[in-house]
């Protein structure tokens, strides 16, 4: 795709720009005026059955049996698991676009809560060409709204 003229074009410089959530990576590669997408990588949610993990309990308040009744299921796989799992997958497939791409810089695009841990899953040679951070849940963005949001970034370090 082509980048519109108004943004940056990148010109001799190939930049890998990686949108991540929480649970989704979409790796892009600009420079020259082009920008295309490499890969995307997904951990799918975690479906449980009907009765999976439910559990039921009352809460004791001294000598008294009385008190609230407590129940439920857990449903909801940990999400520490999915990140942990995310990150796993995240890792490698860094690498191999290391070995594939010359990469000058690298611009992320991850939420605050998993920035530090999308950030410590980079090999080393890599941590160190992260040029841009920029904090948000931008996996619905459009790659033009991302160019954007970029642009701003560039602009406020200049000025």
């Not at 890969?39 to 449980?48: A, E, H, N, W």
């Not at 940990?78 to 490698?92: D, G, T, V």
């Not at 010359?102 to 060409?129: G, H, Q, W």
Request: contains cysteine; hydrophobic residues 35%; aromatic residues 10%.
């Amino acid at each position: 795709m082509r980048i519109p003229s108004k943004l940056p074009q990148f010109e001799k410089e190939n930049i890998l720009i990686l949108v991540t959530g929480f649970q989704m990576a979409d790796f892009h590669m600009a420079g020259n005026g082009e920008i295309r997408k490499l890969k995307s990588i997904r951990v799918p949610r975690r479906k449980y059955s009907d009765d999976e993990g439910y559990f039921a309990s009352r809460s004791r308040t001294g000598k008294k049996r009385s008190g609230v009744v407590v129940s439920g299921a857990v449903r909801e796989y940990p999400k520490q698991a999915i990140l942990q799992e995310f990150l796993k997958l995240l890792e490698p497939e860094l690498k191999t676009i290391y070995k594939k791409e010359k990469i000058s810089s690298i611009c992320l695009f991850s939420p605050n809560y998993a920035m530090n841990e999308v950030i410590s899953a980079f090999p080393t040679a890599l941590k160190n060409k992260i040029k841009f951070s920029i904090k948000g849940n931008f996996s619905h963005y459009t790659m033009t709204a991302l160019l954007e949001k970029l642009d701003l970034k560039r602009k406020k370090l200049i000025d």
